[in-house]
């Protein structure tokens, strides 16, 4: 995954993979959208990276799958001064990205 901030992150704390949260589910349509998560469980970021620009981290991560919702989360101060808000993200994987 990579992740792009507005400002530039604090890179000490951004590469640390310990500031960052994964958790992935699927979610079959049951007629409402109160629809339970299937499956949910936590994802290991095996490493994090800033980009050189400190606007893009890139989290390296083994065990995704297609079809799957991932919910991305930074943990932490991760920028200076300021507050990360949203702190979340999500994302819909519908294919496997070729690397």
Partial sequence: FNVTFFHPV?????A????????AYTRE?????ATPDSGRHAVAVT???VRE???Q??????????GYLYDVSAIGQLAENNALWPSEAHYS???IPRK
Avoid at 16 to 23: E, G, I, T, V
Avoid at 29 to 33: A, D, M, Q, R
Wanted: hydrophobic share 40%.
């Fill in 10 to 14: 604090d890179r000490t704390a951004a």
């Fill in 16 to 23: 640390n993979s310990a500031n960052w949260s994964l958790q």
């Fill in 29 to 33: 349509w049951g007629g409402s959208y």
């Fill in 47 to 49: 490493s994090a990276g």
């Fill in 53 to 55: 620009n400190g606007r």
């Fill in 57 to 66: 981290v890139h989290l390296q991560v083994d065990d995704l799958k297609a």
């Fill in 93 to 95: 994987m519908k294919v």
